[in-house]
Structures are given as C-alpha cells and as structure tokens.
C-alpha cells in the first residue's frame, strides 16, 4: 500500500474522461456496453497511471491518443468515423485474442487467424492508401486515419510500422491474394467512400475505389450504395459534431479562455467531418454566445445520447466542485431539453463509470 498523490489522482481523472469521450463518440449505439468493454480492457492502464505511467492525452497529444484508442476500441466498438473500421466490425483484428475452443487453452489467436488479419487487413490498408493519395499527398490528417487503422488490426509494432510506411499503390495494382469474403469486401468499399468523403470527395479518388471494387467484385448497385451511405454518415456525423460542441461550449462559456475553447475545439476535432470543421470551429473563441434553438431535428435519439453524454464528460472533466457542478447540471439540462431528451440516464451513466473506474484504481493505495 503506498501513498495516494492528488495530482496523480486527478490526472487519471481525466484520462478516464478522455477515455469515454471517444468512446461516445464511436458513434455506436450499445453506449453502457461500449464502457464497460473499455473499463474492462483499460483496467491496469488506470492503476499504472497512479504509478507514474504516462499515456496518451486528447489535448497534448491528439494523434497519439487518437491512434492508442482505436486500437483499445477496435474489439469493442471500432469508431465508426474512421474510415475501413467495418473492416474491423468484421472480427478483423487480433487484439480480439483467441475465440472458440481455443480461449479456453489461450489467449493468443490462432495462426490461421493471424494471416487472415495480415491479408485482408493489408488490402484494406493499402486501399484507403490508394484513395487518400488519388488527390495527391497524404497529408498529416490522412496519415492519421491510416495509422488508426493500422493500429486497429492489433498486429505487432513492427509489421504495422511495414505496413504503415509502404508507398502507395496503383489501386489498378491492389489484389486480394485468395478470396475475400462478401462482407469484408463491401466494407473495404464503404470505408474506402467514406475515407473520400471525409473532405471533399474527389474524381480521382471515385476512379481509385472502382479499381478495387472491380477487383473484389463488387457490383455497380453496391458500388453505389457505398458513396450514398458515405454521403448520408458524413451529413449525419456533422449534426453530432456540432450538437457536442455548442453545448459543450453552452455549459463552459465561463471558461474561456481555457477549457471553455480547448475542449470544444478538441471534441469538434474529433467528431466533426473534416469538410465541415473550419465553419463550427471557427465560433470558437469569438466570444459570441451560444443560444440554445432547437437545431438538432436530423439527429437520432442515440446520436442525442452520446451527444450529451460527452457534454457531461466535458462538464467532468475539471473535476468540479459539487456547487460547481450544479451550475453545470443546470446547463446541462437546458441543453438536453433543447434536444428533447432526458438526458439524466446518461449522465449518470458517465458519472457513474468516471467516479467508479477512479475509485477502483485508487483503492490499492489508501
């Protein structure tokens, strides 16, 4: 039993905030069952960052934590706004470990495993590769994506950095090497429209994704339905994005500057489609004062949830006083109504699995 230090305490705080910030903003619909996975696999992250350990944080080192959390989420709940993490919804990932009779023996994948991960999780690499270079270089946003995803497959450090560093392919010269399963080739698809249209989408990077959809065999009906569905999350991620950060910056207009700019600006970061960012980012810091309209008509009842509750997390993340706090679960509940939600289930929620996941990590030191 060794002493508790408050500073080391309150930045675990903020990590398991951090934490649940990405994983709402996922985007899956399963927000209870999304935490628990997360306590369960960040369980001796947290007791380490009592001892010291140093981890990635979302407003020192975005990239970083960014590309750590995709990996910790891909067997939970890959982030659905990175583009080829259907490929990774697929079981494609060997941070998952051994299933079936093989769990009961160990943890490890199997071999057989291992080279469908190596495979097929290469050519989804090497596809979003290929589209993101169509319209020229890839740039550090880009390079981002990519790592996420590489990172997401769970393989080992030094053949993700192989794969990682490869030059980009002619997508005419991208094969799959053996079949590829019908539903890992519609998401190689999906995730390459949605890589496209995360800006502006490209002619040249339609050209890149027919050459492997040709390759995959996947036909023009699906080819088609990719670019909508693409089209229509990018439009939908936008509302969620902009939901988080007005109310966000709503319930942290008296911190700014501080907190009231920087957490609003790093959540629009990571929730706002990149074609869409500089308009809701840009009222960051003006000062202008948010009012509260009813503008969330287009956003579904599960996109509210997790919309309020990174709103809370964000409310958390100073570790308020509790006179403090009620100020905050004021603005709370008026941004909730202006959404047309009880918001008190996921504010408790996320209350709950902040102070819970800190407690547990602490009590080895009191």
């Known amino acids: 039993m060794g002493a508790l230090d408050p500073a080391e305490t309150f930045r675990l705080h903020q990590i398991v905030t951090e934490d649940a910030v990405f994983a709402l903003g996922a985007g899956r619909e399963d927000v209870a069952g999304t935490l628990e996975g997360l306590s369960k696999r960040r369980t001796e992250a947290y007791a380490a960052v009592l001892s010291g350990a140093q981890l990635p944080r979302m407003l020192e080192q975005y990239d970083a934590w960014v590309t750590a959390s995709a990996r910790l989420l891909a067997p939970i709940a890959p982030p659905s706004w990175l583009p080829m993490m259907g490929v990774v919804a697929e079981k494609m990932t060997l941070e998952i470990g051994a299933r079936g009779l093989r769990s009961l023996f160990s943890s490890k994948p ?73 539903p890992i080739a519609r998401a190689i698809i999906r995730g390459a429209w949605l890589a496209a249209a995360w800006d502006i989408l490209d002619p040249r990077e339609e050209v890149a994704i027919r050459a492997v959809a040709s390759k995959l065999g996947i036909d023009a009906q699906e080819f088609e339905q990719g670019r909508g569905a693409a089209q229509r999350y990018v439009d939908t991620r936008r509302l969620v994005g902009i939901g988080a950060v007005e109310g966000v910056r709503y319930l942290l207009s008296d911190r700014e500057p501080g907190l009231g700019i920087s957490l609003p600006a790093a959540i629009g970061r990571l929730l706002l489609p990149r074609r869409y960012r500089d308009e809701v980012l840009a009222h960051i810091g003006h000062g202008a004062k948010i009012v509260l309209a009813k503008r969330h008509a287009g956003m579904s009842g599960e996109d509210k949830v997790a919309v309020l509750g990174i709103v809370w997390l964000a409310a958390l993340f100073e570790d308020p006083s509790q006179s403090r706090k009620a100020t905050l679960r004021a603005r709370y509940e008026l941004v909730a109504d202006d959404m047309g939600v009880d918001g008190s289930k996921v504010r408790s929620l996320v209350e709950e699995f902040v102070t819970d996941r800190v407690l547990f990590a602490a009590k080895p030191f009191c």
């Open 110 to 182: 199997s071999d057989k495993d291992v080279q469908r991960v190596k495979r097929l999780g290469a050519l989804a690499a090497r596809t979003l590769r290929a589209v993101l270079a169509a319209d020229g270089h890839l740039d550090a946003e880009e390079l981002l994506m990519l790592g996420a995803f590489i990172a997401a497959l769970g393989l080992d450090d030094a053949e993700a950095q192989v794969l990682f560093h490869e030059t980009p392919m002619d997508p005419n010269g991208i094969e799959p090497y053996g079949d590829v399963e019908s």
